[in-house]
C-alpha cells in the first residue's frame, strides 16, 4: 500500500515501513499509511490482508517487526497499548454477561488515567448508549442481550474509553442492515461532535465508502 497524499489536516496517526511476518508468513509489507486528526479513516480488504494486524500494532497490542507508528510526529512504536490510550472494539469481544449494561459500558474508565469523575462517566455512558440504542437496556444485565445488542454493547465501550483515537474492526460485522445505517448516519455526528480521529477497518467496500472520509485499500 503506497503512502497516501499528505492531508492538509494535521496528521494524527502516521505508519512508516511497518512489516510484520507471523510463522513466516508476510502478512504487512512496508505499509505507510496518514490517518488524518479528526477525520475517519476506513482500510477496506479482504479476509488475511493484515488489517487487523495493523490495527493492533497502532494500538500497541502486537510490535511491528519493522517501521514505526508516529502520533502526531511522536514515536510511540515501543510504548505499550496503556499509553496510547486509545478506545478499540475487537470485532468479537465479550462482555460481562452477569453485569449490567451500563456496569460494562462504564468499564473502562474505570480505570482510566487520569481518572474520570462519577458525573462525567454517566455522561459519556448515556450519550454513547443513546447512540447505539441502548437507552432502555442500561439496567438489564448484558447476558440477557441477544448477540447483536451484545455486541453493540462491546462497541460502546471502545466509544465511551475514546479520548482522542479510535479503531474499530469490523464494527458493524453483526449488526442488521437497519442497525447498521442507524449506527452510520449517528456515529458521524458522534465522532464530528467529539473531535475523535478514528481508524476503521472493513472488508466491505460499501461500507467504507459510507463511513469513511478517507479510504486506502489493502
Known amino acids: 500500500m503506497g503512502r497516501q497524499a499528505q492531508a492538509a489536516k494535521m496528521v494524527a496517526i502516521r505508519i512508516i515501513d511497518v512489516e510484520k511476518v507471523i510463522q513466516r508468513r508476510p502478512i504487512l509489507r512496508a505499509v505507510n499509511l496518514d490517518v488524518p486528526d479528526r477525520a475517519i479513516s476506513v482500510l477496506v480488504g479482504p479476509t488475511g490482508s493484515g488489517k487487523t494486524t495493523l490495527l493492533r500494532i497502532v494500538a500497541g497490542l502486537d510490535s511491528a517487526d519493522t517501521g514505526r507508528v508516529l502520533w502526531d510526529d511522536r514515536d510511540v512504536t515501543s510504548w505499550p497499548a496503556h499509553r496510547r490510550r486509545v478506545g478499540m472494539a475487537f470485532q468479537s469481544a465479550p462482555v460481562f454477561p452477569s453485569r449490567s ?75 442488521d442492515a437497519a442497525s447498521r445505517r442507524r449506527f452510520q448516519t449517528a456515529f458521524r455526528s458522534w465522532q464530528r461532535r467529539r473531535g475523535i480521529t478514528c481508524l476503521y477497518v472493513t472488508h466491505d467496500g460499501e461500507e467504507a465508502l459510507a463511513a469513511a472520509d478517507h479510504v486506502a485499500v489493502m
Open 101 to 175: 449494561v451500563r456496569w460494562n459500558l462504564s468499564f473502562p474508565l474505570r480505570f482510566s488515567r487520569p481518572a474520570v469523575k462519577a458525573l462525567r462517566q454517566e455522561e459519556r455512558v448515556e450519550e454513547v448508549a443513546r447512540l447505539l440504542d441502548l437507552g432502555d437496556d442500561l439496567d438489564r444485565t448484558a447476558g440477557s442481550l441477544s448477540g447483536g445488542e451484545q455486541r453493540r454493547v462491546s462497541l460502546g465501550r471502545a466509544l465511551v474509553a475514546a479520548s482522542d483515537v479510535l479503531l474499530l474492526d469490523e464494527p458493524l460485522a453483526h449488526l
